[in-house]
């Protein structure tokens, strides 16, 4: 069995779950579940920390494709941070950069929830 | 030798020449420097029109590049309207070096025409090796002043080093395209080998729809779509996300049978439905049909992506790949469910007959003055025959016959519920039709009712020869006398285990002779049937029974059995083939 683990807080309102190890087709409906579980429990301010994700396949990028409309219509988002160079590579090849806000930092990702609109 | 020309040249200052010369040859050195420094083109681009535009005192300046063939595109302006960029000219043949735009015929070069209209007055042709690559193009001087030979060989030199880096920058860029392309290949080829992995482990059905939808929407970014399986004759929807009700039925068998993937605006339309204008209200526009074995097995509608970028080529066969592979996977798990349910089904076959085998009479008790001899094939699917022979505390014998409804191990379970109530019930020494009353009671409790058995039992007193019977509603047997007359012995009540007794069971008695003898059969062998769906039919038995009554038991049951085979000539058994024959000496 791959070695995925997801740990989940809150912080000021905002959902971060933090993703460890290989989030492939195996692993995904971990990843999955999370996300139902956020949203049934109408959290929508998600942020992803990626820091000690080592590998991700598409299986895992459809994963968050899966939810990230329901989340905006919910004036919330999913944003991803702190990305190895080889996990952001794949977000990149297949275009993810268009459709999230990746930042560095989780609490960069986090204020931003709190940015005033512009 | 520059200088010496210089020096016949112009009016300009002598005494500045070497300064000048130094300086032209730092900057020279300076702009190479930073233009070689960096491999972004719209940067070395920019640096270039500005060196040149501060050099020579103009406001505007233009790149065109080469595309392919003779055709030039602007590709970054300074000063001139952006508008310009994009603009593309043919243009067979530069004149070569620098050169006023005025020079030339607009009439004979539209391309002329076009830059004079543009207010481009100078043009400086990007030339490596005699490869023209594109050309620069710059705005009347502030000063309007004509270039002096020297600013003319300077500039030549700015092209010749900006040309290069040029080429060196567009070179790289292409790597980096192909590169990245590479790359996608390589991400994609490993998804197809994870997924082939993964689904190869999955065996349940939905879990593996789940996951070929994560990876359409991870791979190629759709936000609708519709994934279809053939199941039977029909395409099923098995997953989608769409604004609106899912095609259905007839309208996604067309669109499966289409070859290959194909964009909805480019389907062709034969027949005389338009499957477009459903299509297009749900903004699905590729269609990826699967095919397993040259049969339609699947298909995949997709909607838009959330990028808004168009599906690629690339796109649609790496949809086409995943969808095989999932199909492949699909099918393959619904032969395993088969498989298993199918060995599932042998096993329970498998119990039933050792059930079945285990309640039949390993040894037939002696009876004095009494030949008895049984037989039971059972069917592939087991149905539920019973016989049985018991001796009574009183010295009688018991002989039983049943048919229980049903196939398999029900069957065989309630059969051997049937033998154990009338083994415990027997030594009660009530009367026959009594027992029968009881018995059928007791599988009404436990049947439900749904489920029966016909029966037929009989008590032999070899003291005073005779035979007390009762017949729950099953095959009459025969009692064929020595002279050859013969009747069948039909005494009784209803079938066993449909309602609890509401009239007592009638008990027949015969007297019995010499000679006589017993033929208990279940329908298996009377309704026994060939190839041609006939059945081998009671008549047929009778005539063997005429003709073999004079022999001893076994004979008889071989007879019989002989018989039934070669009416049925190797068609399936259909039923268990079970049998008793009672010889009295």
Redesign the interface.
């Known amino acids: 069995m791959s070695d995925f683990k997801i740990a989940s807080r809150e912080q000021e309102n905002v959902n971060v779950l933090a993703l460890k190890g290989y989030l492939?087709?195996?692993t995904?409906?971990k990843l999955?579940e999370a996300f139902q579980n956020l949203i049934a429990s109408q959290h929508f301010k998600i942020v992803v920390n990626c820091k000690d994700l080592s590998y991700i396949?598409?299986?895992?990028?459809?994963?968050?494709?899966?939810f990230?409309?329901d989340v905006r219509q919910n004036m919330g988002d999913i944003k991803l941070t702190n990305m190895s160079p080889k996990v952001y590579?794949?977000f990149d090849?297949?275009?993810?950069p268009?459709?999230y806000e990746i930042f560095k930092e989780e609490n960069e990702a986090i204020n931003r929830f709190f940015d005033k609109p512009k | 030798m520059p200088r010496q020309q210089r020096r016949h040249t112009g009016p300009a200052a002598q005494g500045d020449d070497a300064e000048s010369s130094h300086f032209d040859h730092a900057a020279l050195f300076e702009f190479s420097k930073v233009i070689n420094s960096s491999l972004e083109l719209d940067f070395i681009l920019s640096h270039i029109l500005l060196t040149i535009m501060g050099k020579i005192l103009s406001t505007r300046g233009l790149v065109a590049l080469r595309r392919d063939g003779n055709s030039y595109g602007v590709e970054t302006v300074k000063g001139f309207p952006s508008a310009l960029r994009g603009t593309q000219w043919t243009i067979r043949s530069l004149p070569a070096g620098s050169f006023a735009v005025s020079s030339l015929d607009g009439k004979k070069h539209p391309w002329v025409r076009s830059l004079q209209d543009e207010g481009v007055t100078i043009v400086l042709p990007l030339v490596i090796a005699e490869r023209t690559i594109g050309f620069l193009g710059f705005g009347e001087r502030l000063a309007r002043k004509k270039l002096h030979a020297r600013e003319i060989t300077y500039l030549r030199s700015l092209a010749n080093i900006s040309a290069t880096a040029i080429e060196k920058s567009q070179m790289i860029g292409e790597l980096q395209r192909v590169n990245r392309n590479l790359d996608r290949r390589v991400q994609e080829l490993g998804t197809l080998s994870e997924l082939g992995r993964e689904f190869s482990a999955l065996l349940d059905p939905e879990k593996l729809v789940r996951l070929l939808v994560f990876s359409l929407l991870g791979q190629i970014g759709v936000r609708r779509y519709v994934i279809c399986v053939k199941n039977g004759p029909d395409m099923n929807v098995v997953a989608s996300k769409i604004d609106g009700p899912p095609p259905q039925g007839e309208l996604l068998s067309l669109l499966a049978r289409i070859k290959g993937p194909t964009f909805t605006k480019d389907l062709v339309v034969r027949g005389p439905v338009d499957p477009r204008p459903v299509l297009d209200s749900l903004t699905l526009s590729v269609l990826v049909p699967i095919e397993l074995k040259g049969e339609a097995r699947g298909l995949l509608l997709l909607g838009d992506k959330l990028s808004r970028e168009q599906f690629s080529e690339g796109d649609l066969e790496f949809v086409a790949s995943l969808g095989n592979l999932a199909i492949i996977s699909l099918e393959n798990a619904r032969l395993f469910k088969e498989a298993i349910e199918k060995q599932k089904l042998e096993d329970e076959l498998l119990i039933a007959r050792e059930i079945q085998k285990g309640l039949l009479p390993s040894v037939i008790p002696e009876i004095p003055g009494f030949q008895i001899s049984a037989t039971n094939v059972s069917s592939k699917q087991v149905g539920g025959d019973y016989y049985d022979v018991l001796r009574t505390s009183d010295g009688r014998h018991i002989i039983a016959i049943g048919d229980v409804s049903g196939k398999g191990s029900p069957a065989a379970l309630l059969m051997a519920n049937l033998q154990a109530t009338i083994r415990a019930l027997v030594p009660l020494g009530l009367s026959l039709g009594e027992l029968t009353g009881r018995v059928n009671d007791l599988m009404c409790e436990n049947t439900g009712g749904d489920k029966f058995v016909t029966f037929f039992w009989g008590a032999i007193n070899h003291r005073d020869m005779t035979l007390t019977y009762v017949n729950a509603g099953h095959n009459y047997p025969y009692v064929i006398h020595d002279d050859g007359t013969s009747g069948r012995l039909e005494k009784g009540g209803m079938i066993l285990g449909v309602m609890k007794t509401p009239v007592a069971y009638e008990e027949g008695v015969i007297s019995l002779r010499g000679g006589d003898m017993l033929v208990l059969f279940t329908d298996g062998v009377s309704e026994a049937m060939n190839a041609q769906q006939q059945e081998y039919g009671e008549e047929r038995l009778e005539r063997v029974l005429h003709r073999v009554h004079g022999e001893d038991a076994p004979s008889v049951v071989r007879a019989i059995h002989d018989d039934v085979a070669l009416h049925t000539s190797g068609a399936p058994q259909s039923d268990d083939i079970t049998m008793m024959v009672v010889k009295i000496r």
């Open positions: 492939d087709a195996h995904a409906p999955e396949s598409s299986a895992g990028l459809g994963v968050f494709m899966a990230i409309e590579n794949v090849l297949l275009g993810f268009l459709l």
